[in-house]
């Protein structure tokens, strides 16, 4: 009988990763074919630079991505094929689609740039072999020497003298429409302009300690995390900060599925996720032009604006050995990087930061292809001792939350998702606080 029910599982669950993979693999070719799109988001934007954007599609990038997707579709079935799927495959999965895939294909389609297409590839190469590898290995955890209480208690209290010093300095924020660029670009120029400490601890408070005061107490007090979800919000007002905002309505569906989905697991959000990319590639595909507000900032900005990032640093580092030393902003990284002989256009296009710079062209800007091979074997050291740290929490939705802010590395190095993000401050705290399971 137990015999029987073992087959019925494993059949099902073989099933259900058959399906990921062809929603998979139709994701590949929507988002190709909805690239030629993108200049109809720059015309409305008024950015001027569709120079650096050519759609191309020709029987050889035909041939090109017939290749990708028999190669990735084999790729997402190992993955997948991890009994059961932890916290590490998950994320990597989500990168896979939203990151890797996008950055080789926009640089096919695009710019015909294979060293893209080679600088991901070795990621990826090394990441799968690291996998593997660790797969085989135990951590060690050291011993847990604080309380649970009390450490969400000090959170908490960071939490009060963030938001007392925002109402004293700045007041209210004003609300308005992240659809709405031109208000979301005024209000950011006049944003506010915090000192040193709070520029972090407002960071570390959204993409961190507000995310695990949710997952903390979706079990204990509902109420609570769904307020905080609405705190996210509240605090990405403040200079129009879109990304808190749609975290924090993400956190909401994701309260929601918790809800009415106690057995969930990360194979269900996989297929669920994958699925919303392909319709909204699809809708990008038929309608982006039409509804460019809405699509420009969840398609265009989400998966399309990393990819050309990624392809416009890449070419620049190979051209200009002379200034292969990284493109950070951090503080203390600033005087390893030469930002002073950046192309004009790229601050002029993203104005921003680390001007949207994923953890793959850091790497390829300070250490060329090995940077490449390093990043993939240090990014899956980190996912999986998360995944080993994350143990006690037994929901595999609570996993997700807690470890969300690796999600910013899509935009910035993995030196700003541990610090300025709190990636670091999760791991502190899970190795020697002790959890309540």
């Excluded at 031109?182 to 302009?193: E, Q, W």
């Excluded at 979706?218 to 769904?226: D, E, G, V």
């Excluded at 990636?423 to 899970?430: K, N, R, T, V």
Aim: proline letters at 2%; hydrophobic letters at 55%.
């Amino acid at each position: 009988m137990q015999e029987n029910s073992r087959r019925q599982f494993i059949l099902k669950k073989t099933k259900v990763d058959f399906i990921i993979s062809s929603f998979f693999s139709l994701f590949i070719w929507l988002y190709s074919f909805s690239l030629e799109k993108v200049s109809f988001v720059y015309s409305k934007y008024s950015y001027g630079y569709n120079t650096y954007f050519n759609f191309h599609m020709s029987s050889e990038v035909i041939i090109h991505l017939i290749l990708i997707t028999t190669v990735f579709f084999f790729i997402l079935l190992f993955l997948l094929n991890s009994r059961p799927i932890g916290l590490c495959e998950f994320w990597y999965v989500i990168f896979l689609i939203i990151y890797i895939l996008p950055n080789i294909l926009f640089a096919i389609i695009s710019s015909r740039n294979f060293l893209v297409v080679w600088v991901n590839a070795l990621f990826v190469l090394s990441s799968i072999f690291s996998i593997w590898i660790l797969g085989k290995f135990n951590f060690i955890k050291i011993k847990s020497i604080l309380n649970q209480k009390k450490a969400e208690f000090f959170l908490m209290f960071l939490l009060v003298v963030l938001v007392l010093f925002l109402l004293g300095k700045y007041g209210f924020p004003k609300f308005v429409s992240i659809f709405d660029s031109k208000m979301v670009s005024a209000l950011r120029t006049d944003g506010p302009n915090l000192p040193v400490f709070f520029g972090y601890l407002y960071n570390i408070a959204i993409a961190s300690i507000l995310p695990l005061l949710i997952a903390l107490n979706i079990n204990r007090n509902f109420i609570k995390s769904f307020f905080l979800c609405f705190f996210i919000v509240f605090l990405g007002m403040y200079g129009a900060n879109r990304g808190p905002v749609l975290i924090g309505l993400t956190f909401l569906f994701i309260l929601i599925l918790f809800k009415f989905l106690k057995k969930f697991n990360f194979q269900i959000f996989i297929l669920i996720f994958i699925i919303i990319m392909v319709f909204l590639s699809f809708f990008a595909t038929m309608h982006l032009e039409k509804s460019v507000d809405i699509y420009g900032l969840i398609y265009w900005r989400t998966i399309v604006i990393p990819a050309q990032a990624t392809d416009l640093w890449i070419s620049y580092f190979s051209k200009n050995t002379e200034d292969f030393r990284g493109i950070s902003d951090m503080l203390f990284l600033k005087a390893f990087s030469n930002s002073i002989n950046y192309p004009v256009f790229f601050k002029n296009i993203y104005r921003m930061g680390n001007l949207n710079a994923g953890f793959i062209s850091e790497s390829y800007s300070r250490f060329g292809l090995f940077g490449s091979l390093f990043m993939g074997a240090l990014f899956i050291f980190i996912l999986k001792y998360l995944d080993f740290l994350l143990k006690p929490l037994k929901n595999d939705l609570i996993k997700i939350v807690v470890s969300s802010q690796i999600i910013y590395a899509l935009n910035v190095e993995l030196s700003v998702v541990l610090l300025t993000k709190g990636l670091i401050l999760i791991i502190i705290f899970f190795s020697i606080v002790h959890v309540e399971k």
